[in-house]
């Protein structure tokens, strides 16, 4: 049973930092595209970052050079390394195991975590 839970959220001013981390069971993390998405009220969930079994990663443009997604494949984990965050940053942030499609795109992921908050204040 494949489950993601994500951890590490919470309140922090604007250009300071946090660390998420998923914690993925039931299937072998290395061999998946992996990936962070955003949510605010209202709004659909948005890409933030994805990582590939190689490690290639790729990152929207508005956390790119702030953000790093990594991964740890014997703790089965994926991290989200979050600098420099910004106001517009806040958000729940949801972990996801892509199974087909653009990595982008929150259709081309078939398992989700539950989120976790983060907001970002001045």
């Known amino acids: 049973q494949v489950q993601l839970a994500e951890s590490g959220g919470g309140s922090v001013q604007v250009g300071g930092s946090l660390r998420l981390s998923c914690a993925a069971s039931?299937?072998?993390?290395?061999?998946?595209?992996m990936g962070w998405f955003r949510q605010t009220p209202g709004k659909e969930r948005e890409f933030v970052a994805a990582i590939w079994p190689g490690g290639i990663t790729s990152y929207a443009d508005s956390v790119k050079g702030r953000f790093t997604i990594s991964r740890d494949d014997a703790e089965k984990r994926l991290d989200l390394q979050m600098n420099r965050l910004q106001s517009e940053d806040t958000a729940v942030y949801y972990c996801?195991?892509?199974w087909g499609g653009g990595y982008y795109d929150t259709t081309s992921y078939g398992y989700w975590g539950q989120g976790t908050q983060v907001t970002v204040s001045s």
């Open positions: 996801g195991r892509h």
């Open positions: 039931g299937f072998t993390i290395g061999n998946s595209v």
